[in-house]
């Protein structure tokens, strides 16, 4: 392979590989459908051209063939008259126009025959634009699609690196640590109320066990849980809140309910 043929292959398949990255499905489908027009158009001023052509050979004809008739009774007529010569000229005139209304009849049927298949190939073209249209219609309509889809996906693609997508996670960590702290808070604060409980609770029972081993060493009995050790003086009482001893009645009028 010579050097000038592998250059000019090169030079070819990179000026295809242009072209077809530079083709758009709608503007070539469009481009096609106003070229098919166009050869429509032509086609038909070639139909009409011909049927005009036709029409003509076919005026030519008929006046041919009158002027044959028409010398043929002029012949007969001087024949009649003893003009022989003036016959023998008519008939002559005749002839001639019998022979053109002939060769114009062998050319109307030739131009007959050509004017009926470029009808046909008119009807076929144009039965090919209307079906070339309805599938341009369809294939534009999957090409808006195929380009949507494209451009979601490249859409759907970079939604993960995005800035924006970024900043909603952020935002969805920091809530859930927002919310989190907020449990935790909550889990803290009920543990102490519950050991605040349970230390008013359990305090009773301690003092109560410890003076029983007091007792119990002294031989004596165990004193009562509310009684106060020896020596000690009675504890100031508190100043009473209305409100909390009417609260504290009401609890206990429930408790002997149940």
Request: no cysteine; proline share 2%; net charge negative.
């Given at each position: 392979?010579?050097?000038?043929?592998?250059?000019?292959?090169?030079?070819?398949?990179?000026?295809?590989a242009a072209v077809s990255s530079a083709e758009d499905p709608e503007k070539i489908l469009d481009q096609a459908i106003i070229d098919m027009q166009e050869d429509l158009v032509n086609m038909r001023q070639a139909v009409a051209q011909a049927i005009a052509s036709q029409k003509r050979v076919e005026r030519q004809a008929e006046q041919a063939q009158s002027a044959a008739t028409s010398w043929q009774q002029r012949a007969q007529l001087a024949l009649q008259k003893g003009q022989e010569d003036l016959a023998r000229e008519a008939l002559v005139r005749k002839k001639t126009q019998a022979e053109t209304a002939n060769a114009l009849k062998a050319q109307l049927e030739q131009q007959s025959a050509s004017v009926s298949t470029i009808k046909r190939q008119l009807i076929g073209l144009e039965s090919k634009?209307?079906?070339?249209?309805?599938?341009?219609?369809?294939?534009?309509?999957?090409?808006?699609?195929?380009?949507?889809?494209?451009?979601?996906?490249?859409?759907?693609?970079?939604?993960?690196?995005?800035?924006?997508?970024?900043?909603?996670?952020?935002?969805?960590?920091?809530?859930?640590?927002?919310?989190a702290s907020g449990e935790a808070a909550a889990e803290l604060a009920g543990a102490d109320l519950e050991s605040q409980f349970a230390r008013l609770e359990s305090g009773d029972d301690v003092d109560y066990e410890l003076e029983a081993m007091k007792a119990q060493m002294l031989g004596g009995s165990a004193p009562a849980q509310e009684a106060l050790p020896a020596g000690d003086e009675p504890a100031v009482a508190p100043p009473k809140d209305e409100a909390v001893d009417a609260e504290l009645e009401a609890l206990k009028s429930e408790l002997d309910s149940l």
């Amino acid at each position: 392979m010579g050097l000038f043929d592998r250059v000019s292959r090169v030079v070819r398949s990179n000026l295809n590989a242009a072209v077809s990255s530079a083709e758009d499905p709608e503007k070539i489908l469009d481009q096609a459908i106003i070229d098919m027009q166009e050869d429509l158009v032509n086609m038909r001023q070639a139909v009409a051209q011909a049927i005009a052509s036709q029409k003509r050979v076919e005026r030519q004809a008929e006046q041919a063939q009158s002027a044959a008739t028409s010398w043929q009774q002029r012949a007969q007529l001087a024949l009649q008259k003893g003009q022989e010569d003036l016959a023998r000229e008519a008939l002559v005139r005749k002839k001639t126009q019998a022979e053109t209304a002939n060769a114009l009849k062998a050319q109307l049927e030739q131009q007959s025959a050509s004017v009926s298949t470029i009808k046909r190939q008119l009807i076929g073209l144009e039965s090919k634009i209307s079906e070339a249209k309805t599938k341009k219609d369809m294939l534009k309509a999957r090409a808006s699609a195929a380009k949507a889809n494209e451009q979601l996906q490249k859409t759907v693609g970079t939604l993960g690196t995005s800035s924006a997508m970024g900043a909603f996670e952020r935002m969805e960590d920091k809530v859930l640590q927002m919310e989190a702290s907020g449990e935790a808070a909550a889990e803290l604060a009920g543990a102490d109320l519950e050991s605040q409980f349970a230390r008013l609770e359990s305090g009773d029972d301690v003092d109560y066990e410890l003076e029983a081993m007091k007792a119990q060493m002294l031989g004596g009995s165990a004193p009562a849980q509310e009684a106060l050790p020896a020596g000690d003086e009675p504890a100031v009482a508190p100043p009473k809140d209305e409100a909390v001893d009417a609260e504290l009645e009401a609890l206990k009028s429930e408790l002997d309910s149940l």
